[in-house]
C-alpha cells in the first residue's frame, strides 16, 4: 500500500510539472522532467511526500528554468501613439475672407477715401495669394487705362480744335472748356471702374477654396 501511495505522489508531482514545463524547449523540458523523477524514484511514501515538499510547487520549478535558460516570454512591448501635431494655421494672406475683405475695400473704400481707400484696397489685393497675378494686373491696372486711354483721346480732340479755330479769323476757341471736360470725364469714368474690377476679382473667387499660388 506504501509502494502504491508513492506511485500516486509520484504521478501526480510530475503530471503537474508537465504541465508547467509545456512551454519550456523540449530538451530543458526532458532533462528537468528526467531529473525530478530520478529524484522521487525508488522512495516510500513518506520520504516521497517530504521530497515532493523540498522541490516545492511546479510552477516556481518552471519558472526557474525559464529564467535559467531565458526563455520567458519577452515584456509586452507598449507602443505610444504619438500625439497628433496640431493643424497648421494658414497665413492670413492665404485665407479667403482676407481676399474678400481685400476686394470689398478696393471697391467700397476707395469712394469712402479716394486716394488712400484705392492704395489700401491694392495693397490687400495684391498681398492675397487667392488670385493669379494677372488677374490682380486686370482688376487693378483696368481704370488706369480706362483713364489713360479717355485722356489720349481728350488730348488729340483738343488739337483738333485749335486747328479748327485756327482756320477762321474771330473763332472763339474751345481748346480750355474741351480739354478739361474730357480729362475730368476720363478721371469720372476710370474712377468709376474701380468697383467693376473689385467685383470681376470676387466673381474669380466662386469655388476657390485654396490660394492659387
Same mark, same amino acid.
Given at each position: 500500500?506504501?509502494? =502504491?501511495?508513492?506511485?500516486?505522489?509520484?504521478?501526480?508531482?510530475?503530471?503537474?510539472?508537465?504541465?508547467?514545463?509545456?512551454d519550456?524547449?523540449?530538451?530543458?523540458?526532458?532533462?528537468l522532467?528526467?531529473?525530478?523523477?530520478?529524484?522521487?524514484?525508488?522512495?516510500?511514501?513518506?520520504?516521497?511526500?517530504?521530497?515532493?515538499?523540498?522541490?516545492?510547487?511546479?510552477?516556481?520549478?518552471?519558472?526557474?528554468?525559464?529564467?535559467?535558460?531565458?526563455?520567458?516570454?519577452?515584456?509586452?512591448?507598449?507602443?505610444?501613439?504619438?500625439?497628433?501635431?496640431?493643424?497648421?494655421?494658414?497665413?492670413?494672406?492665404?485665407?479667403?475672407?482676407?481676399?474678400?475683405?481685400?476686394?470689398?475695400?478696393?471697391?467700397?473704400?476707395?469712394?469712402?477715401?479716394?486716394?488712400?481707400?484705392?492704395?489700401?484696397?491694392?495693397?490687400?489685393?495684391?498681398? #492675397?495669394?487667392?488670385?493669379?497675378?494677372?488677374?490682380?494686373?486686370?482688376?487693378?491696372?483696368?481704370?488706369?487705362?480706362?483713364?489713360?486711354?479717355?485722356?489720349l483721346?481728350?488730348?488729340?480732340? =483738343?488739337?483738333?480744335?485749335?486747328?479748327? #479755330?485756327? #482756320?477762321?479769323?474771330?473763332?472763339?476757341?474751345?481748346?480750355?472748356?474741351?480739354?478739361?471736360?474730357?480729362?475730368? #470725364?476720363?478721371?469720372?469714368?476710370?474712377?468709376?471702374?474701380?468697383?467693376?474690377?473689385?467685383?470681376?476679382?470676387?466673381?474669380?473667387?466662386?469655388?476657390?477654396?485654396?490660394?492659387?499660388?
Amino acid at each position: 500500500m506504501t509502494e =502504491a501511495e508513492a506511485q500516486s505522489l509520484r504521478e501526480d508531482y510530475l503530471g503537474r510539472l508537465d504541465t508547467a514545463i509545456a512551454d519550456l524547449p523540449w530538451r530543458v523540458a526532458n532533462e528537468l522532467r528526467s531529473g525530478v523523477a530520478e529524484e522521487l524514484d525508488g522512495l516510500d511514501a513518506a520520504e516521497t511526500r517530504r521530497r515532493i515538499a523540498q522541490l516545492g510547487d511546479p510552477a516556481r520549478i518552471a519558472a526557474a528554468a525559464k529564467e535559467e535558460t531565458g526563455s520567458a516570454p519577452p515584456a509586452p512591448v507598449v507602443v505610444v501613439s504619438p500625439a497628433p501635431a496640431p493643424p497648421v494655421k494658414p497665413a492670413m494672406v492665404d485665407t479667403r475672407w482676407f481676399a474678400i475683405v481685400g476686394a470689398l475695400v478696393l471697391g467700397i473704400g476707395t469712394f469712402l477715401f479716394p486716394v488712400g481707400g484705392w492704395v489700401i484696397g491694392v495693397a490687400l489685393v495684391t498681398s #492675397s495669394r487667392f488670385w493669379w497675378r494677372w488677374e490682380k494686373a486686370v482688376a487693378i491696372l483696368l481704370p488706369l487705362a480706362v483713364g489713360v486711354v479717355i485722356g489720349l483721346v481728350s488730348l488729340l480732340g =483738343a488739337l483738333w480744335q485749335v486747328g479748327g #479755330s485756327a #482756320s477762321g479769323p474771330g473763332a472763339v476757341n474751345p481748346l480750355l472748356p474741351s480739354g478739361l471736360a474730357m480729362w475730368h #470725364s476720363g478721371i469720372l469714368l476710370g474712377f468709376f471702374t474701380i468697383p467693376v474690377g473689385a467685383a470681376w476679382l470676387l466673381w474669380r473667387l466662386r469655388g476657390r477654396d485654396v490660394p492659387r499660388r
